[in-house]
């Protein structure tokens, strides 16, 4: 193949999508994905030989899952498929890659990043516990390999994943002890217009909802975790209800949620422009409405720009594509370029409702108790924390990591960066704007020592 070479790293929803675009004589296409099969985390697809049918996996989603994947095997024969590839460098438009202890760069004239998101994660004492896991992880344990990650679980946090996980659960037959959302009640019914505007994806989640109710699933708002009660795991979930009463369900396995993080390393090493956002209260690469980001020749889409779901990613890898067109000089038509930003237009709407009806309970990590992990890499309390920004002079996150060693970990502050802000921003009585965000390190995840050297 001839022409410009685009890399689109993560073959998600929106990475799919914008590799769909750009395919053809012209461009060079180079789809890199961390996963040994497409799809993303949402569309994840079990082992080969798996007997479970695509409506049993994903539900409502399931036509959507069967056409991506569908729409990558197509690809995979018409542009350089790269899959079980970790990307974890960019530099100079190079991506660094390794696939099978082998090691490679990539040069490129675009680069596009999908790299989807993960869980929110806020700590409070007892997270670290085996038998806690993300909603995210117990999402995977079922769709990869059918299986629950307790034999009765407990579903805590806030966000449409918290139902969803909690409804797929007990679809399977696993029993569901208790779905508890730290947000309150009142929030989601005061944005009731904005969530309509996403009718079906709003339906979807009512479904989930009066599913669980019917099924006599314990179900409560306005909650807080107080601690996970057990000494070798997990024997019960303590909690305060919105009255402040103090609870416990009984359950063997906890799965926790606070919402989705955009995975955003890669973006940084490329040297994109960041901001703030508030309501996420994450820092997110900066790009225009088709996700062209600061630096030349860099694209972002879906959950990697922000935390959009799959619908909205798979738009924003279209109009990435569109974009990488339009700056190479290739013709795109005006009137579906239009078409394609007011769909996503209309998707921002319904975002922002869902943003603003289920905020993350920050205040877990600016009031969790000095003996809180919150680093779990480096097995870093928040008193630790504390402690850097009061007694050692640590007024931004970059300098409690170097105190302390928060976000040093094989990691990289990807879990903790959040709750790390939060408890410096509480202690230095300063926003968590002002405390700055971690500096982005390669190789973004752990490749071996003698790869890197040799990179």
């Known amino acids: 193949m001839a022409g410009e070479r685009v890399v689109v790293v993560g073959a998600g929803p929106a990475g799919v999508r914008a590799a769909e675009v750009l395919a053809g004589p012209r461009l060079n296409v180079i789809l890199v994905d961390e996963n040994p099969a497409p799809g993303g985390r949402i569309y994840q697809q079990p082992p080969p030989g798996f007997s479970r049918g695509y409506r049993q996996i994903y539900g409502f989603e399931a036509g959507k899952a069967e056409r991506l994947h569908a729409t990558a095997r197509a690809l995979a024969q018409r542009i350089d498929y790269r899959p079980s590839t970790l990307a974890w460098n960019v530099y100079e438009k190079v991506l660094y890659v390794t696939s099978g202890g082998v090691h490679d760069r990539i040069p490129f004239d675009a680069l596009v990043l999908a790299p989807g998101a993960t869980d929110l994660v806020l700590p409070f004492p007892g997270w670290t516990k085996p038998g806690v896991y993300t909603l995210g992880g117990a999402q995977v344990a079922l769709k990869h390999q059918g299986c629950a990650v307790g034999r009765r679980t407990v579903f805590i946090g806030t966000g449409p994943l918290l139902y969803l996980v909690a409804y797929q ?14 947000s309150e009640p009142e929030l989601a019914r005061a944005q009731t217009l904005g ?9 979807k989640g009512l479904f989930y909802y009066w599913r669980l109710k019917a099924a006599k699933v314990p179900m409560l708002g306005g909650v807080r975790p107080l601690d996970v009660v057990g ?5 019960a979930l303590r909690c305060r209800d919105a009255a402040g009463q103090e609870f416990q369900v009984a359950a063997d396995a906890v799965a926790m949620g606070f919402g989705l993080r955009s995975e955003c390393q890669l973006a940084d090493l490329a040297q994109c422009a960041f901001h703030y956002d508030q309501p996420l209260r994450q820092w997110l690469p900066t790009v225009d409405e088709d996700g062209q980001s600061t630096t030349p020749g860099v694209y972002l889409a879906g959950d990697g720009r ?4 799959a619908g909205a990613a798979e738009v924003g890898g279209v109009l990435a594509a569109y974009a990488v067109l339009i700056d190479f000089g290739y013709p795109v038509s005006l009137g579906t370029h239009r078409f394609w930003r007011a769909h996503a237009q209309n998707q921002n709407t319904f975002r922002r409702a869902l943003e603003a009806a289920f905020p993350p309970p920050v205040d877990l990590a600016a009031e969790a108790d000095d003996g809180t992990i919150v680093c779990r890499c480096e097995a870093a309390a928040a008193g630790e924390i504390r402690a850097a920004a009061r007694q050692l002079g640590a007024s931004e996150i970059n300098r409690a990591k170097a105190l302390c060693r928060v976000g040093m970990g094989r990691c990289q502050g990807r879990y903790c960066a959040v709750a790390v802000q939060e408890v410096l921003a509480a202690a230095l009585g300063l926003s ?3 405390i700055g965000r971690l500096r982005g390190q390669a190789p973004v995840k752990p490749v071996p020592v003698a790869e890197a050297a040799d990179a």
């Open 195 to 203: 969530l309509l505007s996403g009718a079906t994806t709003f339906a």
């Open 432 to 434: 968590p704007e002002a």
């Open 169 to 182: 659960y007990l679809a399977a037959g696993a029993e569901v002890a208790g779905v508890l959302d730290t």
């Open 306 to 309: 922000r935390i959009v779901g």
């Open 231 to 235: 000494e070798a795991g997990v024997e």
